[in-house]
C-alpha cells in the first residue's frame, strides 16, 4: 500500500462507551485472514486519561480485531520526544492513572495535583466542606519545574488554584505570588478539544474549555498571556507528524517497501483540521524524520460532531467573518482549509471510498 489510515475514535468509532455500527464492519475490510492489516492504521484520539495499551484492548474488544499498542496515539503520546523535562519534576493535571502514563512516558519525577493538595490542603479553599480542620505544616520535598495538562481533571476549581499558584510562584505553591516571574516555568498540554461527542444529545466540555478558564484567570490575575512551551493533540502539526512516524514505523515493520504518499485522516468534527498552529517551540523536529506524505486528506464521517445539516454557509468573505472559530488561543484560523476533501456518512464509507481512490483491491 502506498496510503494509510489515521482513524479519530469519538465520533468516528464510538460515541461515549457506544459502538457505531460501521465500525466493525469498516475494520473487517482492513484486516486479511490471519487478522493483519492491509494498510498501516494509527488510531489519532485526544484522549489521554489511560495508558496505550489499554485504549488498543478497547479497540481490540469494539472492532473483533487485534489493535497493539504501536497503533495507537493519545494526545499525550509526542511526550516521549521532550525527554528535557523527563528528570525534571512535572506537576501533572487530568484524570485517570496520572503517575502511570507520566512516567510511562519516560518522566522521572510526576507529582499530581491531589498530592500537591495532599500536602498544601490550604490552598483548596473553594469547598468549605474539603478544608482542613487543622492546617498541616512540614516540608514539601517537591518543587514543581514545569507543568503538563494531560486533559480535563475532576475538580475544575482545584486543579486551576494550584496549577495558578504553581506558575505565580514558580513552582513554590505556598508563597506569595510574585508576578514578576515572566514567562512563568514551562506549560505543556494535550488535548485542546473545546467539546467533543459522547451520549449526550449535545457535545461536551473538553479540555480545550479547561484550558480556555486557566489562560483567562492567568491573565486576569497578571494582565499578560499564559504561555505554552508546546500543545499537542489533534489538529496540531507535531500530532500529525508523529502520526506519521507510526504510519511509518508499522511499513518498515511489515517489510513494506513503497512510501507512504497519502495519509487518509478520518474525523467526526468537521473544521478541526482547518488551523495551522503557530508553533511555539520547535525543539520536537529534530526527534521525528522529516515528513515523508506527499498529502494528507481529510474525509468528515456524519456520526460525530459535525452535522451536514447544520453547517455554516462559506461561501462570501462575510459569512467566512462571521464563522465561529472553536479552535485554540493559539491557532490560525485559515478559511481555505475549511472545507474537508471528502464528506460520508460513516467510517465504513470512509474505508470504501479511499480504497476506490487509491484502487487498492484487499
Not at 516571574?181 to 505543556?188: A, E, T
Not at 494528507?296 to 464563522?323: F, K, M, N, W
Request: glycine letters at 6%.
Amino acid at each position: 500500500p502506498s496510503f494509510g489510515f489515521l482513524f479519530d475514535i469519538d465520533g468516528v468509532l464510538v460515541r461515549g462507551r457506544t459502538p457505531i455500527p460501521a465500525a466493525r464492519t469498516a475494520f473487517g475490510k482492513l484486516v486479511n485472514s490471519q487478522g493483519q492489516f492491509l494498510v498501516p492504521v494509527v488510531f489519532v484520539t485526544n484522549a489521554g486519561n489511560c495508558l496505550r495499551q489499554k485504549k488498543a484492548d478497547q479497540l481490540s474488544h469494539l472492532l473483533g480485531v487485534p489493535i497493539s499498542q504501536d497503533q495507537v496515539m493519545m494526545s499525550h503520546s509526542p511526550l516521549r520526544m521532550f525527554k528535557r523535562y523527563h528528570e525534571k519534576c512535572v506537576l501533572v493535571s487530568g484524570q485517570g492513572p496520572l503517575l502511570d502514563i507520566a512516567q510511562d512516558l519516560g518522566f522521572c519525577q510526576p507529582i499530581t495535583v491531589d498530592t500537591l493538595r495532599e500536602k498544601r490542603p490550604q490552598l483548596d479553599a473553594v469547598d468549605h466542606d474539603r478544608s482542613p480542620n487543622l492546617l498541616v505544616s512540614g516540608d514539601f520535598c517537591f518543587k514543581p519545574l514545569s507543568v503538563v495538562l494531560f486533559g480535563e481533571p475532576v475538580r475544575w476549581e482545584t486543579s486551576l488554584q494550584l496549577i495558578i499558584d504553581v506558575l505565580l510562584t514558580s513552582g513554590y505553591p505556598g508563597n506569595p505570588y510574585q508576578q514578576e516571574n515572566y514567562p512563568h516555568i514551562p506549560v505543556l498540554a494535550c488535548n485542546m478539544d473545546l467539546m467533543w461527542v459522547a451520549e449526550a444529545q449535545s457535545p461536551r466540555f473538553g479540555h480545550g474549555t479547561f484550558m480556555v478558564c486557566l489562560e483567562n484567570i492567568y491573565k486576569k490575575i497578571t494582565g499578560k498571556e499564559l504561555k505554552y512551551e508546546v500543545l499537542m493533540g489533534k489538529p496540531s502539526r507535531l500530532t500529525y507528524q508523529y502520526a506519521e512516524h507510526l504510519i511509518r514505523a508499522q511499513a518498515l515493520q511489515r517489510s513494506w517497501e513503497q512510501p507512504i504518499q497519502t495519509l487518509y485522516a478520518a474525523t467526526g468534527t468537521g473544521p478541526a483540521l482547518l488551523s495551522q498552529h503557530q508553533e511555539i517551540g520547535l525543539g520536537w523536529q529534530k526527534e521525528l524524520a522529516s515528513a515523508a506524505a506527499a498529502r494528507c486528506r481529510s474525509v468528515l464521517v456524519c456520526t460525530g460532531v459535525y452535522s451536514p445539516h447544520a453547517e455554516v454557509a462559506l461561501d462570501t468573505g462575510d459569512s467566512i467573518a462571521q464563522a465561529v472559530f472553536h479552535g485554540h488561543r493559539d491557532f490560525r484560523f485559515d478559511p481555505a482549509l475549511v472545507e474537508p476533501d471528502h464528506i460520508v456518512p460513516d467510517v465504513d464509507a470512509a474505508v470504501d471510498l479511499v480504497f476506490q481512490l487509491e484502487n487498492f483491491t484487499p
